[in-house]
């Protein structure tokens, strides 16, 4: 069972602020990477299969090696950190589609998302079925010089958003609402 904590008398706790968040957030855009170095395709809907990632992703594609897959089935950036990526390498913006995340998400503090505590994970809901588990940070790669120019790779440290397993597959759409919930 999911549970929204935000009204919830736990709250004043670092477990509960932990779980607390004051609003949804938002899906602005989606990109499968077919491929190693192929060129994202930016599209108006997905299907996150469970314990794989998105339908039509390079990752989705690869047999996993566990039941639960592996950690980095789904890419996720924060549209807030786009502007200060672009500062620290000198340009006014830059196209989010270069980053090669495969969810660009308004919003919601992705970062907070990754729970603090092993005995009360935090979930993603995106839309009205899928169900994701933040996992890590998704570190950037050196390809970010030759993408976004020299200091490329550290203007993203920090930046490069989260990495995420698929807990509960369906079907979503960019500007589907994503929010955190506690699981029970």
Not at 3 to 24: K, N
Not at 79 to 88: I, K, Q, S, T
Not at 154 to 165: K, Y
């Amino acid at each position: 069972m999911l549970q929204d904590i935000s009204d919830d008398e736990d709250a004043v706790t670092l477990r509960g602020l932990c779980g607390r968040f004051p609003h949804s957030g938002r899906i602005e855009a989606i990109f499968l990477r077919p491929g190693r170095r192929i060129d994202v395709q930016s599209v108006s809907s997905a299907v996150a299969v469970e314990a794989r990632g998105l339908q039509g992703d390079r990752k989705a594609k690869q047999t996993p090696s566990k039941p639960e897959g592996g950690a980095r089935q789904v890419t996720l950036i924060q549209a807030e950190h786009l502007p200060a990526v672009a500062a620290f390498v000198g340009k006014a913006q830059i196209d989010p589609a270069q980053l090669r995340r495969n969810l660009v998400v308004s919003g919601l503090n992705l970062l907070a998302a990754k729970s603090l505590f092993g005995d009360q994970p935090l979930h993603v809901s995106i839309g009205e079925g899928v169900l994701l588990e933040i996992t890590g940070s998704c570190d950037p790669c050196s390809r970010m010089e030759e993408v976004l120019g020299p200091g490329g790779y550290n203007a993203m440290r920090g930046h490069g958003g989260m990495t995420a397993r698929v807990l509960r597959g369906g079907a979503f759409n960019v500007g589907d609402a994503i929010k955190v919930c506690v699981a029970r």
